[in-house]
């Protein structure tokens, strides 16, 4: 199954530094499980902490180095 996706899920989810974020949206088509979600209506970018993976693609494509993986505190 998932068991790779499953264990990083558990451990590392993504931050986004909102005052570093220009708006230019770039890490939204990088996100393949739909974590990254961006609201029309308020102009700004919404994080799924739930949706996330911590797969870190977004963290690669974004140019101002917004976002980051940190560990995930699991209850
Ligand atoms: S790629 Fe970075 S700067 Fe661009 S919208 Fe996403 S988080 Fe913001
Ligand atoms: S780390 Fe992966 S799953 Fe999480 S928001 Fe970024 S691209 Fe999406």
Redesign the pocket.
């Known amino acids: 199954m998932q068991s790779t996706d499953t264990q990083t899920r558990q451990q590392y989810c993504i931050e ?1 530094e909102e005052t ?9 088509p990088a996100c393949s499980y739909t974590a ?1 979600i961006w609201v029309r209506a308020s102009d700004e ?1 919404l994080v799924d902490i739930w949706a996330c993976t911590g797969c870190g693609s ?1 963290v690669t ?4 180095k ?2 980051s993986l940190q560990p995930r505190n699991v209850g």
């Open positions: 986004l570093l974020c220009d708006g230019c949206r770039k890490c939204l990254l970018l977004c494509v974004c140019p101002q917004a976002l």
